[in-house]
């Protein structure tokens, strides 16, 4: 008798840790979803980062095609210059500053575009970083869902043993009723 109560006691307690589990894995699962969702949150972040300096390039892409074509322009302007030499000497000297400038706007365009280039290289591995430790975290939260499917059908196990336990103890105490009650018949 006090077997079946200490293996009832036992399925009680096994039952009582499997539902702790559950919980613990429970709120592990809801830690995780939270952890994803702000990664989520901080990849959508550098994509805007990412689109928005792309504007910027295709801006100093367009400043570079103009300068470009300026150049042109005053690299044309200089063979015509360059018949009328003696009355138009000072137009070329504009002209000639007016290319060195240009080139420096080409130059510090380059730069520019050089370290847009850079931050979008350096914006992709972060995206790359980001995608990889999604994928780890999905990984996680997949083996999560199995442990808790785990949990839980250890769970109802540990209920069907214990209904089976109460069931046979009530079947053995009608039984002992009953040889207790032909024991006194008996000896009457």
Do not use: F, H, P
């Not at 910027?56 to 400043?63: A, I, N, R």
């Not at 083996?143 to 808790?148: F, G, I, T, V």
């Amino acid at each position: 008798m006090d077997t079946i109560k200490k293996k009832m006691l036992n399925m009680k307690n096994e039952k009582d840790a499997a539902l702790d589990k559950a919980e613990q894995l429970e709120q592990s699962l809801r830690d995780t979803e939270t952890a994803k969702s702000e990664v989520e949150e901080e990849r959508d972040n550098l994509q805007k980062k990412i689109m928005q300096m792309e504007g910027d390039l295709d801006q100093v892409q367009e400043g570079l095609q103009e300068a470009t074509a300026s150049l042109e322009e005053a690299e044309k302007s200089k063979t015509q210059y360059e018949e009328e030499i003696q009355g138009l000497n000072r137009r070329l000297q504009l002209c000639e500053e007016k290319l060195e400038n240009t080139e420096e706007r080409l130059a510090a365009a380059s730069s520019k575009l050089e370290e847009a280039s850079q931050a979008a290289d350096e914006s992709e591995r972060g995206r790359k970083v980001l995608e990889t430790r999604s994928m780890s975290d999905d990984t996680r939260i997949s083996q999560l869902e199995e442990e808790l499917k785990e949990a839980k059908w250890i769970a109802e196990d540990a209920d069907r043993k214990y209904d089976e336990a109460a069931r046979k103890l009530a079947i053995t105490e009608v039984d002992l009723e009953r040889a207790e009650a032909r024991l006194e018949a008996a000896e009457s």
